[in-house]
């Protein structure tokens, strides 16, 4: 039952980072078979010395480290300087399906970045967007850029615009500086919030993104904290006797699920945020811990051992019986739900190691993930397609992702030290 509560106890030792913000690497270890040839041309510049980011690097490196696309960016034929010079022939002669072309030009205290994307084969323009971006965020501006890229060609909404929250962990001597930090989703402008002797652990986001609640155990005992990504501003909202540990928001952002011992043995309960109001959701001797909530509000699943090992069960938020839904191995733990909230991802026990599974829950067919032996912690893309969770490899603690049909898988490392605890962000 060690490994069950891992919200609170696994992997503490293995959280170094060796840099006052751990900047991700990130690389893809397998991509899809057939990845999409798609060519970005470089983005013209209409202006005085360059701006510091290049939008065009940003969106193909976006794409590329997605697994689904084979991205060009030299020996590229002479690209249209608008859509009624798009020739679809050399492009195609040259094995590409489609094209993206942009420019950018100073707009004020912005940068119009004006961009389209064509398809090759069918020899047509796909779409046109002009999009202003503050100067010194030309970065953010080039995530979303590639989010409409990316829906352009998959149908698919992208995810680059999101951030990810993380632990990294320092030792100096014989101590350890834990720390919550928030990135990019490709690992850069790294910041941290909040740093501590004592572990950190369970970070989850708000449905606006704006706020933060953790696990801390900076007073010797676990506790929960809310806080602000933007201000820095920090409350403690759950110090009860005993364990204070899983918190997650509601998708309303007005409640919180947690697991608490207070009253015995840790069970669910929901706080009102608010009135800071507490309503016990479950009642049992066993352990009930990790909940996360369905986008419509309506369940709330979590992992129990009531059964003698733990499992994935599902509750109504309002109150009622749980029903088991994991069946298929001696230990199911830390479910994460898709936000189209048809499938669990959650860590599933057997074969001497510890992988990701996936449960459709219309047909409850359950697909394997991961072939690792240690896989921990993991957190579903706002957008669905990627699975982010804790991993060791070459024995240290790194972050792995998976898409969701466990084709496309991702290595992201501190360039120094260790890294645990991923949560996505929502899209904002």
Known sequence: MQRMIHTMLLGLALLWSAQAQAVLEVTVTEGVTGAIPVAVAPFTWDGDGRPGEDVDQILAANLTRSGLFDVERDGLPQAPSGPADFLAQPWAEAGLEYLVVGSMR?????????????????????????????????????????????????GDPGAFSARIAFVSVERRNDSREFRLEVADSDGANPRTLFRSRDPIMSPDWSPDGRELVYVSFE????????????????????????????????????QLALSL??????NIYVMDLASGDLRQLTRSSAIETEPVWSPDGDTIYFTSDRAGAPQIYAQPASGGNARRLTFESGYAAAA?????????????????????ARLDL?????????DGRDAESPSFAPNGSMILYAMTDGGRGVLGSVS???QVHQRLAAREGEVREPAWSPLN
């Open 106 to 154: 100073p707009d004020g205290d912005n940068v119009m970045v004006e961009f389209h994307v064509f398809d090759v084969l069918a020899e047509e323009r796909l779409g046109g967007w002009r999009i202003p971006v503050p100067a010194d965020m030309l970065r953010r501006g080039a995530h979303r850029v590639s989010d409409i890229v990316y829906e352009q060609i998959t």
């Open 336 to 356: 994460t739900i898709s936000p189209d909230g048809r499938s669990l991802v959650y860590v599933h026990g057997g074969d001497g190691g510890f992988q990701l």
């Open 362 to 370: 219309d047909d409850r067919r359950v697909t394997r993930l991961t």
């Open 404 to 406: 969701r049909d466990g």
């Open 261 to 266: 011992s207070r009253d015995g043995s840790p």
């Open 219 to 254: 007073n010797r005992r676990s506790e929960v904290f809310r806080q602000n990504v933007e201000t820095g501003e920090r409350n403690r909202i759950a110090s009860f006797t005993g364990i204070n540990s899983a918190p997650a928001w509601s998708p309303d952002g007005r």
